[in-house]
């Protein structure tokens, strides 16, 4: 099976090992097709977008970003640090979230963050990078790891998501704890991101986008 378009280099690599170490997996890659997970593009406007969706609809998510991004001349941590609170507020955005994206934009404008380094560390120390930002959780990061540096070995046990998939295509329905979903990602690794992205895109007639 030929990968989709963009998608990251190891995607055939890890589809072939995945379909000979679980059954499910063996099952749903060559059904769902010709699909793979696409790279998001800028990390600060990634992390935005993620803060700007939380808790509330898709539709309304889109909303609320188109009202924000009009408001900077460009997505960028400076022009955020320049914006006022009402106008942010104006745009849909509650206080909090206001104060989470002004939050993300001094950890970015002020280099506490080793955007450039991160190709180099491992998921762990991103992680706590990020999670030290507020309004950024631990899902967010690995939501980040996964469709923004397409890191292949990371496993979303707070996506709620994943585990009604597992619970699902692994346990006829039956209510699936983390040490369950971590025994069944064993067969996995080290393709964790992969398969999560399998699972979701069973759930949902489109393609994955966080």
Same mark, same amino acid.
């Given at each position: 099976?030929?990968?989709?378009?963009?998608?990251?280099?190891?995607?055939?690599?890890?589809?072939?090992?995945?379909? %000979?170490?679980?059954?499910?997996?063996?099952?749903?890659?060559?059904?769902?097709?010709?699909?793979?997970?696409?790279?998001?593009?800028?990390?600060?406007?990634?992390?935005?977008?993620?803060?700007?969706?939380?808790?509330?609809?898709?539709?309304?998510?889109?909303?609320?970003?188109?009202?924000?991004?009009?408001?900077?001349?460009?997505?960028?941590?400076?022009?955020?640090? %320049?914006?006022?609170?009402?106008?942010?507020?104006?745009?849909?955005?509650?206080?909090?979230?206001?104060?989470?994206?002004?939050? #993300?934009?001094?950890?970015?404008?002020?280099?506490?963050?080793?955007?450039?380094?991160?190709?180099?560390?491992?998921?762990?120390?991103?992680?706590?990078? #990020?999670?030290?930002?507020?309004?950024?959780?631990?899902?967010?990061?690995?939501?980040?790891?996964?469709?923004?540096?397409?890191?292949?070995?990371?496993?979303?046990?707070?996506?709620?998501?994943?585990?009604?998939?597992?619970?699902?295509?692994?346990?006829?329905?039956?209510?699936?704890?983390?040490?369950?979903?971590?025994?069944?990602?064993?067969?996995? %690794?080290?393709?964790?991101?992969?398969?999560?992205?399998?699972?979701?895109?069973?759930?949902?007639?489109?393609?994955?986008?966080?």
């Amino acid at each position: 099976m030929a990968p989709a378009a963009l998608a990251p280099d190891y995607w055939t690599e890890a589809c072939k090992h995945l379909m %000979k170490r679980d059954r499910v997996m063996k099952r749903l890659i060559p059904e769902l097709g010709d699909v793979a997970l696409s790279q998001r593009g800028d990390a600060f406007t990634t992390l935005a977008r993620s803060i700007v969706g939380q808790q509330v609809s898709v539709a309304s998510a889109q909303k609320v970003w188109d009202a924000f991004a009009a408001l900077p001349q460009a997505m960028t941590p400076a022009n955020v640090l %320049k914006l006022k609170v009402d106008d942010m507020r104006a745009a849909g955005l509650s206080a909090r979230k206001v104060d989470y994206l002004v939050d #993300l934009a001094l950890h970015f404008d002020s280099g506490r963050l080793h955007v450039k380094d991160w190709g180099a560390m491992d998921d762990d120390a991103i992680t706590r990078e #990020l999670v030290a930002i507020r309004g950024i959780s631990r899902w967010t990061a690995d939501m980040f790891l996964i469709f923004h540096l397409a890191r292949p070995n990371v496993l979303p046990l707070d996506d709620a998501s994943l585990i009604s998939g597992i619970s699902q295509h692994y346990f006829s329905g039956d209510p699936v704890s983390r040490s369950d979903a971590r025994e069944v990602a064993d067969a996995w %690794k080290p393709w964790c991101s992969v398969a999560s992205w399998y699972i979701w895109r069973s759930l949902a007639p489109l393609p994955v986008d966080y």
